[in-house]
């Protein structure tokens, strides 16, 4: 592909990244602001060549970056697409990311790709087969990848564990690290009616490579319940920042992503979302 | 109880099937409206992805329409790989068969074109060469020797004026197309794809290049395809394309 070690920047720093956006590209390299690492989505990036490969070489130059895979189908009960796999480890091979990071949810069945990431049912059976796949992903790779807790919309009756105790033992049992996407607990807290300090605070923080913040649409159920919409559209919503803080009072800082991925705003709107990050994280890290 | 994902998924492309069993509102009752979240997101998101490689299909068609086709394509041909900038290739052979566009029939073509950008966009970089190697080479051995073309490169050989409707939907004051047959090269400069027709006897040309064809060979197949086929033009396009990556010569025996 291009020119190989890129092997700048070894982790993400304890401070706030954005989700890359091509349109930044040029306002990025010129001022980054409060910007420090960047966030890339693994997909958009498995072509031969061209703009979008030379950019990321640019920006690999000049910030850490996380690669991040919305396509594996970590969750699926389907084995693992081992050509999509390889797709993943030529792009980590190339790039040498700081980060490696997938989602607890499923996208594939029976060759087909959804295009959205699917919650599962959290039983014995799908621990087991979670697991096996993350310890697969570890093994192709070679390096240790983050599982990010999914945003739900409906429970599943045949459900036995926490989403929280799920995640915990896949940490046990394959030794990967966990991004916690605030804004999913936030969302999914809303929608099942469980409490989101209750799952903060039983949270393996001491796992936590990296935070999420995004956007949420609010909607309404069949029984006129409000519905939350993982959306990354717009800003983070006030709640989610408390969320966030007292998360971060917990774990002291790490890595806090800003995700905008539809309605994406200019530059300097999506560089104050960083800013208003930094200032959480000064306060737990002074 | 257990939920199979095949239901899942067939529920998801069919909003006739019944949500499946097991799946519940906070309440414990059946998920309905909270089911429907994941079919808007997966047809709207993969809508959305047929949508920004087909911008022009887009507009030949209407928004609304687009959708509305969209919804049906992505029901026969979901996407067989996560890496959506390859999505879409059986679009051009659905639009040659969909009854609604049967009156459109340059919008196959129209659609070959935006693949071929897609994939021209994406293709690995190449170095092209220094047209002074051309000149460096005695002539009787350059007519043995092949042109390699970048992998940016792409031929669309149309029975309407694809280039010309492609131009006039995508760029302002563009000239309108007149009805006839283009043969469409895709090249990528840099980093920008770039559309252009191709002028008589450059599409027998430069199909006869991309199978691999000793340059003398592809002369000949060009002046046999036009008699107004004129070299100088159709390589200086390539040059200025970057399209020209290697001069393989002859090996003598």
Known sequence: MLDTNLAKFETLPNRPGVGYKPQHFADIMEDAGAVEWLEVHAENYMGDGGRPLAQLRHL?????????????????????????????????DWLNPASFSEHLAWSTHDGAYLNDLIALPYTEATVSSVADHVAQVQDVLG??????????????????????????????????????????????????????IDYIDAFPLEHVGEFHLGGHDEDVD????????????????????????YTLGKSGPRPTLIEWDANVPPWPELAAEATRATQILDKVTS | MS????????????????????LCNPDGAPAQKRFSVYRNNVAVSLSEALEVTFPVVRTLVGDEFFKAMAGVFLRQHAPSSPVLMRYGAQMPAFLDSFEPVAHLGYLPDVARIELALTRSYHAADTMPIDPQV???????????????????????????????????????????????????????????????????????????????????????TASAASDDFDFTTVLGLLLAGGALIKVEEHQKG
């Open chain 1, 143 to 196: 390096r240790k990848m983050l599982l990010e807790n999914p945003s739900s919309y409906l429970a599943f009756a045949e459900s036995t564990l926490s989403e929280v105790d799920f995640l915990a033992e896949v940490v046990k049992r394959t030794g990967c690290g966990l991004l916690l996407d605030i804004n999913n607990v936030f969302i999914s807290a809303n929608n099942l009616k469980i409490g989101a």
């Open chain 2, 134 to 220: 051309l000149q460096s080479i005695a002539p009787d051995d350059l007519l043995l020797a092949r042109l390699h073309l970048a992998p940016s490169v792409h031929l669309i050989r149309s029975n309407w004026p694809a280039a010309s409707l492609y131009h006039a939907n995508s760029t302002p004051n563009a000239t309108p197309p007149v009805m006839q047959a283009e043969d469409v090269l895709i090249t990528r400069p840099e980093y920008d794809p770039a559309v252009t027709a191709l002028p008589a006897g450059g599409g027998a040309f430069v199909a006869a290049l991309l199978i691999g064809t000793p340059l003398g060979e592809a002369l000949k």
């Open chain 1, 222 to 245: 069949d029984a006129g319940e409000v519905l939350l919409i993982d959306s990354h559209g717009r800003e983070v919503v006030d709640p989610v920042w408390a969320l966030f803080d």
């Open chain 2, 3 to 22: 939920v199979k994902q095949s239901d899942f998924k067939n529920a998801i492309f069919d909003a006739g099937l019944p949500v499946p069993n097991g």
């Open chain 1, 60 to 92: 690999a130059e000049q910030f850490p970056i996380s690669v991040h895979g919305v396509g594996l189908s970590i969750g699926g009960n389907d084995p693992l697409d081992v050509d999509h796999l390889k797709r993943l480890k030529h792009l980590c």
